[in-house]
């Protein structure tokens, strides 16, 4: 804690018979009209001021942040604890335990590697949906996940139990961000120094980009890298800009028949379009007090899909009626409701309380929300529902390959890819992704099947998954209720799923499953086939497993766009199921209503779902629960008693994790043989003295993408196809096709990832014409296709470095971190865009990755690169002297000697990501500074 205290600002806080030590905000000037989350930075600066990082003057810059202004002051933010997930979470302990290795080879103690913020770590990433629609779905799940991963769980024992504050989830319990909302999350943090007790805020960082779903408790929090994360729990702030703050206005309430679904993609919409990448968004208004716990952290989850850095509710009555129901001991309740109003974190502390001051302002009236889905490719793309049909006729000419005998495929009906090569538009989820295509005429592709003894024919837009999943609305009971609710509603009436629509129920919580046994959902819920697959993220992930064989066998021999529905917020391409072209976002209740239609060229205010007992047609509208019965439900099921039994032991697991052999001592014995578990070799040859960094010679461009290019096109966390480089590594290691897992359950081997680094199914490199996945054309032989990691090696040992350009929005989607540790091992020295996502830009700084930007207005066509150049970067060494340079000087020799020359933007943002990059990355400035 500080030892400066310039401003006075430290003092007591009486809460019933405990005293805390508290710092006080009205001790800065300017602080009582700053945004919520501004004054959270606030006190985490006045709290750790130390006269040489954070200094007085730091905290005079955010007393008196001026709201207009472009971010331009650089501050220190210490998160209180850091969350993980499995998938990005295990190459963080993997890396720890590298680092002990390390410290000790440089002659410092290796214990000395050890969090020093409370660390967490959920497994949710790793269930995959093998079995489905039957009642022992679950438990033979939870099998198979322990078969599969049980070399990493090993693992993640072994740190539990070798690195002091860090603790596991154990498989099985929920998924990380409801785990967080309804447990781990403190609101307000207290902690025991020299024999006081201080409170403070909570904060934290994660491993994942949904981590701002803890901003509707009032939690400041966002997703970084795994990078950034190992860093944080070694007790590295984060280094950011004072950025620019939204205030998004709320009014009105949602009208009966929209859900808080249908509020989160209208947000997502919005804001968007407006731009708020790198910005903090803040709800406030009298719309504000309506909205429902649940609700709040909905919204605050999509926070990636709109692209802002958080997006968070201040505290209030809500927040406490939730801690209390979920289970916090009331001292701790009372502590919150205290140290909000001490510090005018309240929201409407009283009549004369001060409009906070904001750089911008949107507002919605929450009654003008319709119901809605998203898709085909993108969370922000909505669709009102009432325009869904129209809207999938529209798209799926561009995901139908022509071919003989199409009934109704109109002549003028576009190939696959509309999109001509070299153009960005459309490329990797580019910019209009429900505009083309002529008119509603469809075409058509009728395959006849047999499923299970049972004649039928499949077509395009059939819905081949529909999974309720995800955190984003599995931890809200008025959706999950809704979807329930509506499930009883069918089956009373006598409707069925359509036998080719592979089902799945996985709540975020095992407190789901309670509610829902209390108010008697799970028999009509399965008997739509919507049986409990497991606790976590599965289909949002890429985990929805095969979908039905002989839906599959159609797909593939007959080219077929089918699609996925599903309750989450990511639909990118290639990202769900290898199988499915289309993928759309949905409520519960509506990914319900889309496995009865079994497809997506469906009206459900024209069109019937099918008959009732008496032979009556039957339509969406009478079926649909009505909020006041739903409501009504979840006060019946709903208790505090459910959440304090499901975590009551919440670290100890079932008798399977406490089963597994865990290794002792404090460095790690790896094992040679391991393909999950590898030591990488971030760290070798690493010297106490930093080498002096170099401009960049010779270099060849890697992959020329286009707009909106994801990390999962970067860096899948899918499927390992047999024939890519990764799973010929593993057929190799003697490892048979059943067992190849996915990308991001083997994000523990480093070899496993440079080979599936840019290896999506759905990346498109404009260097090739027409080829979708990992490949690319290799320069060292002649420009002959290859596989991107096959040319990467030809070029590493001809000692040629390479480049990536891209388009917009470069690495949006999941903080991945292995989509830039995967890009550095590959050889990549620069990455030239025309704009990054906020975390995987900071993610390749922390890997030694020069992060350019093209000139404003500029792209690479624009400029005429067509990737076959050879490119020169100067004025990097200018960093060697302690200088950022705005721009640096980018000359593209093109073959026949011309040049193309441009002052790239040098997007390292801070002093501290100079830092970083002079190191060679994050986590050798981390080793040297801890060794030192």
Same mark, same amino acid.
């Given at each position: 804690?500080?030892?400066?205290?310039?401003?006075?600002?430290?003092?007591?806080?009486?809460?019933?018979?405990?005293?805390?030590?508290?710092?006080?905000?009205?001790?800065?000037?300017?602080?009582?009209?700053?945004?919520?989350?501004?004054?959270?930075?606030?006190?985490?600066?006045?709290?750790?001021?130390?006269?040489?990082?954070?200094?007085?003057?730091?905290?005079?810059?955010?007393?008196?942040?001026?709201?207009?202004?472009?971010?331009?002051?650089?501050?220190?933010?210490?998160?209180?604890?850091?969350?993980?997930?499995?998938?990005?979470?295990?190459?963080?302990?993997?890396?720890?335990?590298?680092?002990?290795?390390?410290?000790?080879?440089?002659?410092?103690?290796?214990?000395?590697?050890?969090?020093?913020?409370?660390?967490?770590?959920?497994?949710?990433?790793?269930?995959?949906?093998?079995?489905?629609?039957?009642?022992?779905?679950?438990?033979?799940?939870?099998?198979?996940?322990?078969?599969?991963?049980?070399?990493?769980?090993?693992?993640?024992?072994?740190?539990?139990?070798?690195?002091?504050?860090?603790?596991?989830?154990?498989?099985?319990?929920?998924?990380?961000?409801?785990?967080?909302?309804?447990?781990?999350?403190?609101?307000?943090?207290?902690?025991?120094?020299?024999?006081?007790?201080?409170?403070?805020?909570?904060?934290?960082?994660?491993?994942?980009?949904?981590?701002?779903?803890?901003?509707?408790?009032?939690?400041?929090?966002?997703?970084?890298?795994?990078?950034?994360?190992?860093?944080?729990?070694?007790?590295?702030?984060?280094?950011?800009?004072?950025?620019?703050?939204?205030?998004?206005?709320?009014?009105?309430?949602?009208?009966?028949?929209?859900?808080?679904?249908?509020?989160?993609?209208?947000?997502?919409?919005?804001?968007?379009?407006?731009?708020?990448?790198?910005?903090?968004?803040?709800?406030?208004?009298?719309?504000?007090?309506?909205?429902?716990?649940?609700?709040?952290?909905?919204?605050?989850?999509?926070?990636?899909?709109?692209?802002?850095?958080?997006?968070?509710?201040?505290?209030?009555?809500?927040?406490?009626?939730?801690?209390?129901?979920?289970?916090?001991?009331?001292?701790?309740?009372?502590?919150?409701?205290?140290?909000?109003?001490?510090?005018?974190?309240?929201?409407?502390?009283?009549?004369?309380?001060?409009?906070?001051?904001?750089?911008?302002?949107?507002?919605?009236?929450?009654?003008?929300?319709?119901?809605?889905?998203?898709?085909?490719?993108?969370?922000?793309?909505?669709?009102? @529902?009432?325009?869904?049909?129209?809207?999938?006729?529209?798209?799926?000419?561009?995901?139908?390959?022509?071919?003989?005998?199409?009934?109704?495929?109109?002549?003028?009906?576009?190939?696959?890819?509309?999109?001509?090569?070299?153009?960005?538009?459309?490329?990797?989820?580019?910019?209009?992704?429900?505009?083309?295509?002529?008119? @509603?005429?469809?075409?058509?592709?009728?395959?006849?099947?047999?499923?299970?003894?049972?004649?039928?024919?499949?077509?395009?837009?059939?819905?081949?998954?529909?999974?309720?999943?995800?955190?984003?609305?599995?931890?809200?009971?008025?959706?999950?209720?809704?979807?329930?609710?509506?499930?009883?509603?069918?089956?009373?009436?006598?409707?069925?799923?359509?036998?080719?629509?592979?089902?799945?129920?996985?709540?975020?919580?095992?407190?789901?499953?309670?509610?829902?046994?209390?108010?008697?959902?799970?028999?009509?819920?399965?008997?739509?086939?919507?049986?409990?697959?497991?606790?976590?993220?599965?289909?949002?992930?890429?985990?929805?497993?095969?979908?039905?064989?002989?839906?599959?066998?159609?797909?593939?021999?007959?080219?077929?766009?089918?699609?996925?529905?599903?309750?989450?917020?990511?639909?990118?391409?290639?990202?769900?199921?290898?199988?499915?072209?289309?993928?759309?976002?949905?409520?519960?209740? @509506?990914?319900?209503?889309?496995?009865?239609?079994?497809?997506?060229?469906?009206?459900?205010?024209?069109?019937?779902?099918?008959?009732?007992?008496?032979?009556?047609?039957?339509?969406?509208?009478?079926?649909?629960?009505?909020?006041?019965?739903?409501?009504?439900?979840?006060?019946?099921?709903?208790?505090?008693?459910?959440?304090?039994?499901?975590?009551?032991?919440?670290?100890?697991?079932?008798?399977?994790?406490?089963?597994?052999?865990?290794?002792?001592?404090?460095?790690?014995?790896?094992?040679?043989?391991?393909?999950?578990?590898?030591?990488?070799?971030?760290?070798?040859?690493?010297?106490?003295?930093?080498?002096?960094?170099?401009?960049?010679?010779?270099?060849?461009?890697?992959?020329?993408?286009?707009?909106?290019?994801?990390?999962?096109?970067?860096?899948?966390?899918?499927?390992?196809?047999?024939?890519?480089?990764?799973?010929?590594?593993?057929?190799?290691?003697?490892?048979?096709?059943?067992?190849?897992?996915?990308?991001?359950?083997?994000?523990?081997?480093?070899?496993?990832?440079?080979?599936?680094?840019?290896?999506?199914?759905?990346?498109?490199?404009?260097?090739?014409?027409?080829?979708?996945?990992?490949?690319?054309?290799?320069?060292?032989?002649?420009?002959?296709?290859?596989?991107?990691?096959?040319?990467?090696?030809?070029?590493?040992?001809?000692?040629?470095?390479?480049?990536?350009?891209?388009?917009?929005?470069?690495?949006?989607?999941?903080?991945?971190?292995?989509?830039?540790?995967?890009?550095?091992?590959?050889?990549?020295?620069?990455?030239?865009?025309?704009?990054?996502?906020?975390?995987?830009?900071?993610?390749?700084?922390?890997?030694?990755?020069?992060?350019?930007?093209?000139?404003?207005?500029?792209?690479?066509?624009?400029?005429?690169?067509?990737?076959?150049?050879?490119?020169?970067?100067?004025?990097?060494?200018?960093?060697?002297?302690?200088?950022?340079?705005?721009?640096?000087?980018?000359?593209?020799?093109?073959?026949?000697?011309?040049?193309?020359?441009?002052?790239?933007?040098?997007?390292?943002?801070?002093?501290?990501?100079?830092?970083?990059?002079?190191?060679?990355?994050?986590?050798?400035?981390?080793?040297?500074?801890?060794?030192?």
């Amino acid at each position: 804690m500080t030892s400066t205290d310039s401003f006075k600002a430290h003092g007591e806080l009486q809460v019933g018979d405990k005293a805390y030590d508290i710092y006080r905000l009205v001790a800065v000037e300017g602080s009582e009209t700053l945004p919520y989350s501004l004054k959270v930075l606030l006190e985490n600066l006045l709290r750790t001021e130390d006269g040489a990082n954070i200094t007085a003057d730091h905290i005079r810059a955010l007393g008196g942040w001026d709201e207009n202004a472009q971010p331009d002051t650089e501050i220190q933010f210490t998160p209180a604890r850091v969350i993980m997930q499995d998938f990005t979470g295990v190459p963080c302990v993997v890396d720890l335990a590298t680092m002990r290795e390390a410290v000790a080879d440089l002659g410092g103690n290796p214990e000395k590697i050890n969090p020093l913020a409370p660390a967490e770590l959920v497994i949710d990433h790793s269930v995959i949906i093998d079995v489905f629609g039957r009642s022992d779905a679950f438990e033979r799940n939870v099998e198979i996940e322990y078969e599969r991963n049980h070399e990493r769980y090993k693992f993640l024992r072994w740190g539990q139990t070798a690195f002091d504050d860090f603790k596991v989830v154990p498989p099985g319990t929920g998924i990380v961000h409801q785990v967080n909302i309804e447990h781990l999350a403190r609101t307000v943090m207290t902690r025991e120094l020299d024999g006081r007790t201080v409170a403070y805020p909570d904060t934290c960082v994660g491993t994942d980009s949904h981590t701002t779903m803890v901003n509707g408790l009032g939690v400041l929090g966002w997703g970084v890298g795994g990078i950034e994360a190992e860093a944080a729990m070694l007790g590295q702030p984060v280094s950011m800009l004072i950025p620019r703050v939204v205030g998004f206005k709320l009014s009105g309430s949602v009208p009966q028949g929209a859900t808080a679904t249908d509020v989160v993609l209208t947000i997502t919409e919005m804001l968007r379009k407006h731009g708020v990448v790198g910005k903090f968004v803040e709800f406030y208004g009298e719309g504000v007090g309506a909205v429902p716990l649940a609700n709040r952290a909905t919204i605050g989850n999509m926070s990636p899909e709109f692209g802002s850095t958080c997006a968070i509710f201040p505290i209030d009555d809500v927040t406490l009626e939730y801690l209390r129901l979920t289970g916090r001991s009331e001292e701790s309740v009372a502590l919150v409701e205290a140290y909000a109003k001490e510090q005018g974190m309240w929201l409407h502390a009283g009549p004369d309380q001060p409009e906070a001051r904001y750089s911008e302002r949107l507002e919605l009236d929450l009654s003008t929300v319709v119901p809605s889905i998203a898709g085909p490719k993108r969370p922000q793309d909505r669709i009102s @529902l009432t325009a869904a049909k129209e809207s999938f006729r529209k798209v799926l000419p561009t995901y139908v390959s022509h071919q003989e005998g199409d009934e109704g495929l109109a002549s003028s009906f576009p190939a696959s890819d509309p999109t001509p090569q070299g153009s960005p538009e459309g490329q990797n989820g580019g910019d209009k992704p429900a505009e083309q295509g002529s008119g @509603l005429d469809r075409p058509t592709r009728r395959v006849p099947i047999t499923i299970d003894g049972q004649a039928t024919e499949v077509d395009h837009g059939i819905v081949a998954i529909a999974s309720i999943t995800s955190c984003t609305n599995t931890s809200n009971p008025s959706v999950m209720m809704a979807a329930a609710m509506l499930a009883k509603n069918a089956v009373d009436k006598g409707l069925t799923v359509a036998p080719w629509v592979k089902t799945s129920m996985a709540p975020g919580s095992k407190v789901v499953t309670g509610y829902y046994e209390k108010a008697g959902m799970w028999p009509y819920l399965e008997k739509l086939g919507f049986h409990l697959v497991g606790y976590g993220c599965t289909t949002c992930i890429g985990n929805s497993g095969p979908i039905i064989d002989e839906v599959s066998q159609a797909v593939n021999e007959h080219d077929l766009a089918v699609v996925s529905v599903l309750s989450g917020n990511r639909n990118f391409e290639g990202r769900i199921n290898p199988d499915v072209k289309m993928n759309y976002l949905a409520s519960p209740p @509506l990914v319900i209503a889309y496995a009865l239609a079994g497809t997506m060229d469906f009206d459900f205010d024209t069109d019937s779902l099918g008959t009732d007992h008496d032979g009556n047609d039957v339509f969406l509208k009478d079926i649909w629960p009505s909020p006041t019965d739903v409501e009504s439900t979840i006060a019946g099921a709903i208790s505090k008693k459910l959440f304090t039994d499901d975590y009551a032991d919440v670290f100890a697991g079932d008798e399977r994790w406490q089963s597994l052999p865990t290794p002792e001592g404090n460095t790690f014995d790896w094992d040679p043989e391991s393909t999950y578990v590898r030591k990488p070799p971030y760290f070798d040859g690493m010297q106490m003295e930093t080498t002096p960094v170099t401009d960049i010679e010779g270099a060849r461009v890697l992959a020329k993408l286009g707009d909106s290019v994801t990390t999962d096109h970067i860096s899948p966390a899918g499927a390992i196809k047999t024939e890519s480089p990764a799973g010929r590594y593993l057929a190799d290691h003697g490892v048979e096709r059943k067992d190849f897992n996915s990308y991001g359950s083997r994000r523990g081997n480093h070899e496993i990832m440079i080979r599936g680094t840019f290896a999506n199914i759905r990346l498109r490199n404009l260097l090739l014409d027409g080829v979708e996945g990992g490949f690319t054309r290799d320069f060292t032989r002649g420009g002959e296709q290859s596989t991107i990691f096959d040319a990467s090696a030809n070029y590493q040992a001809a000692g040629t470095p390479l480049v990536i350009l891209a388009g917009k929005e470069y690495g949006s989607g999941s903080s991945r971190d292995w989509a830039a540790k995967g890009t550095a091992l590959l050889g990549v020295r620069a990455v030239i865009t025309e704009s990054y996502e906020r975390i995987h830009r900071s993610n390749l700084i922390g890997m030694g990755v020069l992060p350019l930007q093209f000139p404003e207005g500029q792209n690479a066509d624009s400029l005429g690169l067509d990737g076959t150049e050879t490119f020169a970067v100067s004025g990097v060494t200018e960093l060697n002297e302690g200088r950022t340079p705005r721009t640096v000087r980018v000359v593209a020799s093109k073959e026949g000697g011309e040049d193309v020359s441009f002052d790239a933007v040098l997007r390292i943002d801070t002093p501290g990501e100079a830092d970083y990059y002079r190191n060679g990355g994050i986590l050798q400035y981390v080793l040297r500074s801890l060794v030192k």
